[in-house]
């Protein structure tokens, strides 16, 4: 095994600069690629003659394949474990690939024709979305748990996306680059070209995450297995997954609220524009001039250099809420500003903006731009500069939240792609919405001129619409209830589980304080004797795992059944189907199954195993939960009454948790008795040192159910059987005239020692051995722990917990 136990991310608190940068670097590719594909996309009508309806698929299909993509690349990436990281591969693979891809499908030429040219763009921009969500969607997975020190999360984001915000510098670039015939031939020509540029520059800057971040730690043991022939059922899981989801409450409203103000911001994106030339400049294109880029570019400069410090300063100050709300509401007064400063502009204001212009390159800025035109730029730029920079960040903290609730492994990778999958099927409908307001308002592009009435119309759309959105976001996020104080709670309990899991300090039990450990101490070690009458340790590995089969295939009397695969925990329903694949293993090697629970898919359980011919012990599960308890019992006396059930147990090791008292476990025996309407045995199960301390409780119970286990207790492995036989004898002495079941023990493959016992495959074979031989000889009927491996008990148990399967979590048999 490796040195690396725990399953969760241990991020570094503070992030070196040199890291910081890659990630920006992977922000400004991020960027890049898709600002660039938006400008590029224009000229496949004008420049390479396709149909405005074909380039309209052109647009639209890929993205459904994206659409598609980003959730199962989360979901791969969260479940990768190679020796450079889950993330870092990927990153390093998909910004070359999408970097050339993206080159390569725009070298189309005109002589090729319109439908060679559809087919060759369709082919290779569905190869370069995929390509990019392989590089984009791991990238942002890595920026989630970079770090983990809430206010560190801040200052990264901040960072990358300052850097990422130069993209779109120089993005308005190519509508002047493209149609400068000084530099090119013609638009074909210009977008050929400047995409080869763009796709060198990104993969130069794409490849250095993968280079210099320093990825954290993870270990595999509940990730699920990437394989062809599991691509069901982790479809299935990512189906769950994905809906579970939608349970977290603070995931939801940074969606929610991101949804709001950046759709509501690109609903009419292009509004400034049309609103410059036909409003300002009277449908004068040549006076327009370069003032829609500048208005673009000078919007991201300042939210580089301004805003997006601003934004983090105050998330540091006042919290990453009452940041986004203050920043939401700047970028309200922003779009209302913009009321007053676009203006119709006179002769004068078109001379004063061509005689004070500038070359920058091959290109012409203004620079007497009047103030009324510039004032809203800062307020508005705080709509996206704080949303991206906060709602990063604030991800990276849900994502300890659903660690600590749901355990292993860490999704920053499914966290990334569901968000940003959001965020880009909302753009698909913001699009689609903003040239509805265009229709609806009159707007006519074929046209020189608008009337009033539409420019009128479209400059309140224009106003309203992102002011609208930016307001009901800010609402969504007053209740936003993951604050700084909750979250440092969150990696205070996260640091604590992680140091219990290092020191593999296990969910180990309270040992037996009614007689001595040490009673066995006086027995020479080649005296002390198997409890079978075989002596174990006389038998070579390969006769003991020959013994191991021989009982396994003459079939067990019983077994406990885990019924929970990789990345599933109590609380997941369990499917019949899942069911039925589980049970299907065990079917050939055991009498009887036990279980644990009546809820949650459960409830299927014995109905399944009765339609196999296998015996039940079926159990409704008992704790604090009193509205859960009532629905335990009520399934169980359902699959009573229904005939499925051999044995009803009531509650396991619910008094050694200290979930209820004696008198209420007592009263919940005595509710299910008194319910059913067939004669089935009605028990709790529990430590047999419990059942040892409750006369009261065993007298109320049709048969004992007692949990053994040497192993918690310490015991080695040459004394182990000798103690489970003395709990035995000890309950039937306490109760003659009752039958007695070890309802479970078990011997764990790995993962450690408690005291002098020690967890491995051939300690656990001979226990098995062992315990099976002497409870054919001496006529007991003994439950197994356990069926199958369960790697969600890594959170509650550490590596102890995991490991007590004949088969494991994959359903391999181990021996």
Known sequence: MEEVKTATVQAQAKVPLIQKIAFGSGHLVNNLLPGALGVF???????????????????????????????????????????????????????????????????????????????????????????????????????YELSSDTKER???????????????????????????????????????????????????????????????????ENQAELTFKSLAKNLRILGRDMLNMTKNTPFVRLCSATFLVFNGFQMVASFSFFIIVYYMFNGSYEAAGTVPPFFSIITAFLTATIIIPIVTWMANKFGKRKA?????????????????????VDENTVILFKDTAINVGVVEFPLAMPLRLLLPIPFMAFGLGGL??????????????????????????????IYWWMVKIGQSIALALGGFVLSYVGF?????????????????????????????????MVRYSLNEDRVEEIKLELEAKHKALDQKTPYAYRKNTLWSHSEFASIPDHKIPFISGLNINSLTAEELKIKFHEILNDKMKGICFSPYENRQKPGYYITEDQIRKRLATLHPHTEWIRMFSNTKGHENIPKIAKELGMKTISAAWINQDKESNEKEIKNLIENINNGHVDIAVVGNETLYRSDVTEQELIAYIQKVKSAIKVEVPVTTADVYYELLLRPDLVGVCDVILANAYPFWEGYPIKLAGLQLEKAYNELKNMVPDKKVIISETGWPTDGGTIDDAEASEINAMKYFVDTQLWAKKKNIEVFHFSSFDEAWKVTEEGELGVNWGIWDSKGNLKF
């Not at 394949?65 to 990768?80: K, L, Y």
């Not at 999408?98 to 082919?123: H, K, P």
């Not at 994502?399 to 609730?405: A, G, M, N």
Request: hydrophobic share 50%; with cysteine; net charge negative.
């Open 41 to 143: 996309s224009f000229f496949l009508i004008t420049a390479f003659g396709i149909n405005p309806a074909l380039a309209g698929l052109l647009a639209a299909i890929p993205r459904l394949f994206d659409a598609i993509s980003d959730p199962i690349m989360g979901f791969v990436t969260d479940n990768t474990n190679t020796r450079w990281g889950r993330r870092r591969p990927y990153i390093f693979i998909g910004a070359i690939l999408c970097s050339i891809l993206f080159a390569v499908q725009w070298q189309m030429f005109e002589e090729n024709g319109a439908t060679y040219n559809f087919w060759y763009f369709m082919t290779f921009s569905v190869l370069f979305i995929l390509s990019n969500t392989i590089f984009s969607t791991p990238l942002m997975g890595l920026g």
């Open 154 to 220: 801040n200052n990264l984001m901040g960072l990358a996306n300052t850097i990422g915000q130069i993209s779109w510098m120089i993005v308005p670039l190519f509508w002047s680059l493209i149609a400068n015939k000084d530099l090119f031939d013609s638009q074909a020509d210009g977008v050929r070209t400047l995409s080869i540029f763009v796709g060198f520059i990104c993969l130069i800057f794409g490849i250095l995450p993968a280079i210099f971040s320093k990825e954290p730690p993870v270990a595999s």
């Open 324 to 344: 986004f709300i203050y920043s939401t509401l700047l970028s309200m007064v922003g779009y209302i500003l913009k009321w007053w400063g676009f203006f119709e």
């Open 388 to 417: 991206f920079t906060l709602m990063m960040s604030m991800t990276a903290d849900v994502c300890d939240l659903d660690e600590l609730e749901n355990g292993l492994p860490r999704r920053e990778g499914t966290f990334a792609a």
């Open 444 to 476: 006519d592009g074929s046209k020189a001129f608008q009337t009033a009435e539409t420019m009128h119309s479209l400059r309140v759309f224009d106003i309203v619409i992102p002011t609208l959105t930016a307001g009901l976001a800010a609402l969504i």
